[in-house]
T-cell receptor
Framework: GENVEQHPSTLSVQEGDSAVIKCTYS??????FPWYKQELGKGPQLIID?????GEKKDQRIAVTLNKTAKHFSLHITETQPEDSAVYFC?????????FGAGTTVTVRA | EAGVVQSPRYKIIEKKQPVAFWCNPI?????LYWYLQNLGQGPELLIR????????DSQLPKDRFSAERLKGVDSTLKIQPAELGDSAVYLC?????????????FGPGTRLTVL
């Protein structure tokens, strides 16, 4: 099955700085890569996703890049704000089945 | 529009007792998923329903776990008997369809503690 590795496990950044989270996947047939944000006591919420026919996607302060050859994808958050503090999960999917990374706890210091 | 609703939000039981979790998906979503999330880990799929049919239950520990979605809307996940290792958050998600990687919307989860 699919194996997704996510790094780093924790990330502390100064408000206004950028945050980068990296993931690798094992199944070359995976074609959908969503990123979820999970706040304490809540379920994961989709923040951005990318499909295998696209190399980069941006939505305001959030961007995701995908390198299919190397089988890795990354989340970039620019101009971080305190409300960006949360656990972020990457996932990889072929068809419907999401395989999640272990998560990155992001702390934005004011 | 209401999101995925789950209840209870928290449940504390003693080992060997039964427990059930309930999920109401987003209206119009015919695909429903149950996930298990252990502390410090990402969610792991337990079972997926297309309408009332369980189309993927390969990760469901069938000796003690069962699930149903009788009318293709609400779903119940049951554990009987519960073990200490079952302590986790149980997440329900729904999507409009499963093919083509449609966005999965998650509920807040039920946090189970087995003593």
């Amino acid at each position: 099955g699919e194996n997704v590795e996510q790094h780093p496990s924790t990330l502390s950044v100064q408000e206004g700085d950028s945050a980068v989270i990296k993931c690798t996947y094992s199944d070359s047939a995976s074609n959908y890569f969503p990123w979820y944000k999970q706040e304490l006591g809540k379920g994961p919420q989709l923040i951005i996703d990318i499909r295998s026919n696209v190399g980069e996607k941006k939505d305001q302060r959030i961007a995701v890049t995908l390198n299919k050859t190397a089988k890795h994808f990354s989340l970039h958050i620019t101009e971080t704000q305190p409300e960006d503090s949360a656990v972020y999960f990457c996932a990889a999917s072929r068809d419907y089945k999401l395989s999640f990374g272990a998560g990155t706890t992001v702390t934005v210091r004011a | 529009e209401a999101g995925v609703v789950q209840s209870p939000r928290y449940k504390i039981i003693e080992k060997k007792q039964p427990v059930a979790f309930w999920c109401n998906p987003i209206s119009g979503h015919n695909t429903l998923y149950w996930y298990l999330q252990n502390l410090g880990q990402g969610p792991e799929l337990l079972i997926r329903y297309e309408n009332e049919e369980a189309v993927d239950d390969s990760q469901l520990p069938k000796d003690r776990f069962s699930a149903e979605r009788l009318k293709g809307v609400d779903s119940t996940l049951k554990i009987q008997p519960a073990e200490l290792g079952d302590s986790a958050v149980y997440l329900c998600a729904s999507s409009f369809a499963s093919g083509g990687n449609n966005e999965q919307f998650f509920g807040p989860g039920t946090r189970l503690t087995v003593l």
